[in-house]
Structures are given as structure tokens and as C-alpha cells.
């Protein structure tokens, strides 16, 4: 391991993944500052800045301390100006007044509502802030706006998706998903993967990762695990997308963050108890909650590779992509991992494989909040 010159103090490298980052982040006044302005970023369509204050962000998680003062972060990688500019200003005045004054923009804080609804990205938000529209209500009251049908459910279920998904739900959604695919034959293989995987206690949804012992044969799962929660009232939207997976395409197109697996994203009811005393009365409670949840099949020849790119973070997973092919002259994504110099594609049974085929040190998925 490399050193600081003039210190004891190991490098930090500028890939999150030869970093090992956990949740337990020492800077986070910052990083939460930084994000802010990678957010807005995004809004104003600024790929390259954005881009930079995801990096900055992402350095500062990784530190095992705490910042106290812009000196501390002299030899990090990835601080451009505008980053060491705002960190300077939050430890001077507590605070940075140009991320103060994004956080009281209007148009920052509609982007970020309408984002928020499931369905919705940055281009549709903007559609809709230019037509004067600042509300949810005002969408919904609005009968010139079209609603997709996922954008529809987003809005139908708007009150519990935008709630935080808790491990114990998580857990309980495990459980369902599992008895939903069970009667596929004992073979099935089912994991949790993205956040969850990563140890956060809260998640926008649930994602897993499921797979069959012999390739080729995983095409009927999904439909039959979406069919077997439909019959049991549990769906309550499904957009299913069939595999558009062919490992002799590539890697002629540029590698992209979607994957081309069997995948469905879901909104599923979720039983939950009712509290003492609210069962009885003249407003009967609802008995469930809403939750999104994520499906994708991979061949269980991909699976190793499908794994890694659904575990997450998005920021890790930049990285490791970007390390693959400017550090070793190799192309990896969702469906595996291509040596451009020897013109093949390396095989792999286990994230360490993949690891090991790039020279990379494991992470383990604890370790990949970047
Ligand atoms: P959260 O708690 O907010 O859900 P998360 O890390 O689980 O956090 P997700 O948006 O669920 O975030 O995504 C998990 C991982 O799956 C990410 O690393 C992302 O790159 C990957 N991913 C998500 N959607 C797709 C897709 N359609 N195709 C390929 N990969 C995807
Ligand atoms: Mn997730
Ligand atoms: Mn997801």
C-alpha cells in the first residue's frame, strides 16, 4: 500500500473500488452538502460537474475520520475547486450559502418532489415545472398531463412508496417472494441484493436477484412468480420486461448501466399488523403497505456478474467500470467482463472472481457504500 508523502497516512485511490467504504460515514455534513450540488447538477442537465461532486462525495465517505479543516483533505483525489471551495465554507461558517440557497430554490425543491414519484425522471419534472405546475396536486388536477402507467401507480401509491422501506419489511418481503417462487422447482436461487445487501437499515425498495441451476431455463420464473402474486392479491403493479440478453452482441455497443436480463419492477402489498386498538372503530385502517419492489433474472452463468452490478452503490459500481477499462483494458458490466486485449470473456462463479480477474483486492458488499 502506497503512503502520503510526508505521512503514514495510506492513499486514498481515486476508484471507490479500491476504497472500502461502509455506512458509517465521518463527513457527513459534507457529503450531504456535495450531494446536494451534484443533485441540482443533475436537474440542469451538467453531467461533468455533477459527476465531480459524486466523486468529491464519495472520497469523503470512505475516510475512517472526521474532516476538521480544508488541510485535512490535502492529497485526496477527485476535490476539484468548486468541492474544496464549499468544504471551506462549511468549516469557516457552518455552513455553505451556495448549497443553502439551492435548498430554498423552487425549482430545486419541485424537481426533487416530482422525482421523487415513482415513474418520473428529471426530463418529465422538467416538462412539468415549465407548465407552472409546483404541486402533486396540481399534476393530478391537470387534465392535459398524460400519466404512463407506471407514473400512474407512483402517484396511486405515492403516500407508502415514498416511505422508507425497513430491513424488517425487507425481510418479510424475502419471505414472500421466496413462497411465490417455490413452486418452480426446489432449484431456484434467491438473494437480496442493492442496498439491503449492503447493510442500509432503510431502502427506496427491495431488490433481488434470481436465478435457476441451468442456463437457459430461468425464462418461465418471472412470469410465474408474477402470476402466483397476482393470484394471491398481492400485485398491485407490475412492469415486466423480457430478456433482451445475447452475449454474441457484445461487446459491440457501448456497455451501459441498464442491464438486457428478465426484470420486473413491482409494487406488492405488504401485510402489516394493525396497531392495538385501531382494528375496531368507525374507520376501519387499511391492514397493508405498498412496497417497490425490484426482480431480475440472470442466467446462472451470468449471475456473478448480474450480482455485483445490482448490489450497488451506483457510485462503486462507476468505478469499477471506469477502473476495468482505464486500468486494464477490459469492458465490464451486468453481463460480464470482456478482455479487449486477448479478445474473450473471462468466466466467473463469484463477485471474488471478477474481483480477481481485474486485480482488484475484494470488497465485500458492506464494504460498497461509495
Ligand atoms: P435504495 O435503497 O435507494 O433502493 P439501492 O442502492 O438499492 O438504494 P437501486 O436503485 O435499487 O438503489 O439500485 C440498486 C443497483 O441496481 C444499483 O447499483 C443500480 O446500478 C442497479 N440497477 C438498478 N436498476 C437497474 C437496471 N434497470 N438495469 C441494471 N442495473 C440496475
Ligand atoms: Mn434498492
Ligand atoms: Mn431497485
Not at 483525489?77 to 461558517?93: Q, Y
Not at 465490464?332 to 463469484?350: E, I, Q, R, S, V
Amino acid at each position: 500500500q502506497t503512503s502520503l508523502p510526508g505521512t503514514s497516512l495510506p492513499a486514498v485511490s481515486q476508484y471507490a473500488c479500491q476504497r472500502r467504504t461502509t455506512l458509517d460515514n465521518h463527513n457527513k455534513l459534507l457529503t450531504d452538502a456535495l450531494e446536494v450540488l451534484a443533485e441540482n447538477c443533475e436537474f440542469n442537465d451538467s453531467k461533468g460537474p455533477c459527476l465531480g461532486f459524486r466523486r468529491a462525495a464519495s472520497v469523503l465517505k470512505s475516510l475512517t475520520t472526521a474532516l476538521s479543516c480544508l488541510q485535512d483533505a490535502v492529497g485526496l483525489p477527485c476535490l476539484g475547486d468548486e468541492s474544496k471551495n464549499v468544504i471551506e465554507e462549511i468549516f469557516v461558517c457552518g455552513s455553505s450559502s451556495r448549497v443553502e440557497d439551492i435548498l430554498a430554490d423552487e425549482r430545486y425543491q419541485t424537481l426533487k418532489l416530482f422525482t421523487s414519484v415513482f415513474g418520473v425522471g428529471p426530463k418529465t419534472a422538467e416538462k412539468w415545472y415549465r407548465r407552472g405546475l409546483r404541486s402533486l396536486e396540481e399534476i393530478c388536477a391537470d387534465s392535459s398531463i398524460h400519466l404512463n402507467r407506471m407514473q400512474e401507480a407512483g402517484f396511486l401509491y405515492y403516500e407508502d412508496i415514498s416511505k422508507p422501506v425497513t430491513v424488517a419489511e425487507a425481510k418479510a418481503m424475502d419471505c414472500i417472494i421466496k413462497e411465490a417462487a417455490s413452486c418452480f422447482g426446489s432449484g431456484v436461487t434467491i438473494n437480496l441484493t442493492g442496498g439491503f445487501r449492503r447493510g442500509k437499515t432503510f431502502g427506496h425498495d427491495v431488490d433481488f436477484i434470481l436465478t435457476v441451476p441451468e442456463p437457459g431455463k430461468e425464462d418461465g420464473l418471472l412470469p410465474m412468480v408474477i402470476g402466483r402474486l397476482r393470484s394471491q392479491g398481492l400485485l398491485l403493479f407490475s412492469d415486466f420486461q423480457e430478456s433482451t440478453f445475447d452475449l454474441n452482441k457484445m461487446p459491440s455497443h457501448r456497455f451501459e448501466a441498464m442491464d438486457h436480463f428478465q426484470k420486473c419492477f413491482l409494487i406488492l402489498k405488504l401485510r402489516t399488523a394493525l396497531e392495538e386498538g385501531k382494528q375496531r372503530g368507525p374507520t376501519r385502517r387499511r391492514d397493508w403497505k405498498a412496497v417497490r419492489v425490484d426482480l431480475v433474472v440472470p442466467p446462472v452463468d451470468r449471475y456473478a456478474f448480474c450480482l455485483l452490478g445490482w448490489s450497488g452503490s451506483t457510485q462503486f459500481e462507476r468505478d469499477l467500470r471506469r477502473f476495468a477499462r482505464l486500468e486494464r483494458g477490459m469492458l465490464l458490466d451486468n453481463h460480464g467482463l470482456y478482455d479487449k486485449a486477448a479478445n474473450t470473456f473471462l468466466p466467473a462463479k463469484t463477485e471474488e472472481d471478477i474481483f480477481a480477474h481485474l486485480g482488484l483486492d475484494y470488497i465485500e458488499p458492506w464494504q460498497r457504500n461509495a
